[in-house]
């Protein structure tokens, strides 16, 4: 089993920044990939990041890309979110997940990640 736990959200006003982070324990040696998801009230979890653990390899959804950068420390087993010109609309609860599953491309679907985090919420201010 794999647990993973994020921190570091907080209410922050428009174009600010913040970073999340998400801490892995157990089998982390059987993670294949890492990625970000978000959720706000009324609508379905959103891929926001993900990165390959061995190569690093990322991949952004559109709402997001060349504001946020997703970065990984191996040797802490933990994944970081660099989030910047922060927007009311990111304004969710973001969840950390892990993919045990080698892929040729880390996944953008929810359901191809097995383990989860509780979340953090993300509140920005207009």
């Known amino acids: 089993q794999v647990q993973v736990a994020e921190s570091g959200g907080g209410l922050v006003q428009a174009g600010g920044s913040l970073r999340l982070s998400c801490a892995a324990s157990?089998?982390?040696?059987?993670?294949?990939?890492m990625g970000w998801f978000r959720q706000a009230p009324g609508n379905e979890r959103e891929f926001v990041a993900a990165i390959t653990w061995s190569s690093g390899n990322t991949h952004y959804g559109d709402s997001v890309k060349g504001r946020f950068t997703i970065s990984r420390d191996n040797t802490k087993n933990t994944m970081f979110l660099q989030m910047n010109s922060l927007k009311p609309e990111d304004t969710a609860v973001y969840y950390c997940?892990?993919?045990?599953?080698?892929?040729?491309?880390?996944?953008?679907?929810?359901?191809?990640?097995?383990?989860w985090g509780q979340g953090t919420q993300v509140t920005v201010s207009s």
């Open positions: 157990g089998r982390t040696f059987t993670i294949d990939a």
């Open positions: 997940a892990a993919d045990r599953r080698f892929r040729l491309v880390t996944s953008t679907r929810s359901d191809d990640y097995d383990y």
